[in-house]
């Protein structure tokens, strides 16, 4: 399948909604409950970069950035959040908005990029190592799900970074 990777849009939120949704509704993909409004999401995400996996104009995933703090100093480390349509994984769609948001954070002075997976989500450890991200930790009883199959469980979060190497930090 021929897809391109493109900057994300508000026209795309629609789309970017629904892939969420089927994210939150595994229980394996964050401890949000529900989908936020437009708004919400957009104040809490980075500008750039924000990416779409389109066909025609149909959105088969999006990755986008979180600044991890206010604090100056944090300024170029973000957290990852990359959603791919449950119908198009295993595609290589994933890897290919990775490595868009690796080489567009790049370009906007991000030295970090981090993650945290829950250890059920094999699929998104395994992209992420194979995208070198290493597993700096293990968050025990992080928080308890507050929806879908593990509601009322403690997790456990994988926290994952990858260091740039095209952003000095010397």
């Known amino acids: 399948m021929e897809y391109r990777i ?11 909604r629904a892939i969420l949704r089927q994210g939150i509704e595994t229980g394996n993909a964050t401890f949000e409950a529900s989908v936020p409004s437009w708004e919400t999401w957009d104040a809490v995400h980075l500008p750039d970069p924000r990416c779409v ?3 025609g104009d149909s959105v088969l995933g999006w990755i986008a950035l979180s ?8 300024g170029g480390v973000a957290e990852v959040s ?3 349509d449950t119908e198009h994984r295993r595609r290589g769609v994933g890897t290919a908005l990775l490595r868009a948001a690796i080489d567009r954070s790049e370009a906007v002075g991000i030295w970090t990029l981090q993650a945290g997976v829950f250890p059920e989500n094999e699929a998104s450890l395994a992209l992420l190592g194979r995208e ?7 968050r025990e009883k ?10 009322g469980e403690w997790r456990d979060v994988i926290l ?11």
């Open 6 to 16: 493109e900057e994300m849009s508000e026209v795309d939120w629609p789309s970017v």
């Open 53 to 55: 996996a389109r066909v």
């Open 67 to 74: 600044p991890v703090s206010g604090r100056c100093v944090y």
């Open 82 to 84: 990359l959603y791919v």
């Open 132 to 138: 070198g991200f290493r597993v700096i930790g293990r």
């Open 142 to 151: 992080l928080g308890r799900m507050p929806h879908g199959p593990h509601v």
């Open 160 to 170: 994952l970074e990858r260091r740039s190497r095209a952003v000095a930090t010397d």
